[in-house]
């Protein structure tokens, strides 16, 4: 059955497109990275976070706006009760293209199977180092032997594209770029290098000091890999190259020293129901109040999603010299 084409409603004021939806389907998580969390986090009380039925009814009312990928993440998406349900529902919205989701790797081991089953068709999963102290140091509470054997599980499973992530930090895991390109090169899988953004209050961890520019690592790269530039993109804002006699790409997201905001074609619904027009401010909607006071009302629900691509900013303003102004942690935001 040819799925409904449903037309493109969503052009902001700079005439982008936005068919690109990030939904963080929870705050919580098993792990405690220092980039994205402080240590002891205050999560939200259940009646602030949307319910999996409002996410599911948000998800077809963007798809009828003319997205076309979805990509669920958090917070530990796999963490949340009824998560495979919700990726299942999502799964069978006909116009869509894509499902994917991001995700530290942790419940892999057992979910990988199911994930696929639900339709999902391509996973990044988040690897910042290949040492299991280090590990232990930037997740604080992950289990790096266990996320290993997550990535083996996806493998096994067949996903159209695995894709790593990694964030690196001066002086954390900058050391391990080239580890980290080979792990990928000999498991097949593709990897996207993130340079930090200031999203958040975290403590002990300055973000001047460990920022670590895309152009140092692929001058790092150079001397082990021939890395050739492609014109591929994924829907994100990754830059790729391909790792020359390898199916690998290798993908740079570089916030900092390439701003990537004249092709943005997303937008991130908050797990409170926020809708953020652009992860760097803090411009948004609130369409959980929309939902809980005219429920059922698909129309104007649409409409306020249609009027929110007024307010998109044409670019994001983090500094990571300065203290964060954005106060919001990248797990509620959806990374
Ligand atoms: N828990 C899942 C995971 O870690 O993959 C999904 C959510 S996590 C917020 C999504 C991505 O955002 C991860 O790849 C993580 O490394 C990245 N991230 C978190 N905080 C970040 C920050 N301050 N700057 C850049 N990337 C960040
Ligand atoms: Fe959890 Fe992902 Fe944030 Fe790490 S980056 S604390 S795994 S949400």
């Not at 409002?54 to 990928?69: D, R």
């Not at 180092?129 to 096994?156: C, E, N, P, W, Y």
């Not at 909607?285 to 104007?300: F, I, Q, S, Y």
Request: charged share 25%; proline share 3%.
């Amino acid at each position: 059955m040819t799925p409904p084409a449903h037309p493109t409603l969503l052009i902001d004021r700079f005439g982008r497109t936005v068919d690109y939806l990030r939904i963080s389907i929870t705050d919580r998580c098993d792990f405690r990275c220092v980039y994205c969390m402080a240590e002891d986090m205050t999560f939200l009380p259940r009646a602030q976070v949307l319910t999996l039925e409002e996410i599911h009814t948000l998800a077809i009312a963007f798809a009828e706006l003319g997205v076309k990928k979805i990509r669920v993440t958090g917070g530990e998406p796999l963490v949340r009760k009824g998560a495979l349900e919700l990726l299942e529902n999502i799964g069978r919205i006909d116009s869509l293209n894509e499902l994917v989701i991001t995700t530290n790797g942790s419940q892999l081991e057992t979910m990988a199977t199911a994930l696929k089953a639900a339709g999902v068709k391509r996973i990044n999963i988040s690897l910042d180092t290949l040492d299991a102290d280090k590990f232990k140091a930037i997740t604080r509470t992950g289990d790096l032997q266990q996320v290993l054997r997550g990535i083996h599980a996806a493998k096994s499973v067949d996903f159209e594209r695995i894709k790593i992530n990694a964030v690196i930090l001066k002086d954390r895991n900058h050391q391990e770029v080239g580890d980290l390109v080979q792990y990928a090169v000999d498991n097949g899988l593709d990897i996207s290098f993130i340079e930090e953004m200031p999203l958040g209050v975290v403590s002990r961890h300055d973000r001047s000091d460990a920022y670590y520019s895309s152009d140092l690592i692929k001058n790092d790269l150079a001397h082990n890999f021939s890395l050739v530039a492609t014109l591929e993109k994924t829907g994100g804002p990754s830059n790729y190259f391909k790792v020359t006699g390898t199916q690998t790409r290798v993908g740079f997201i570089s916030p900092h020293s390439d701003n990537f905001c004249g092709s943005c074609n997303r937008v991130r619904l908050t797990v409170e129901g926020r809708l953020l027009l652009c992860l760097g401010n803090e411009h948004s909607v609130d369409l959980k109040a929309v939902l809980r006071a005219h429920p059922g009302d698909m129309a104007m629900l649409k409409q306020t999603i249609i009027d929110a691509m007024q307010i998109k900013p044409e670019k994001h303003e983090f500094n990571i010299h300065e203290q964060p102004v954005i106060l919001r942690y990248m797990s509620m935001t959806g990374g």
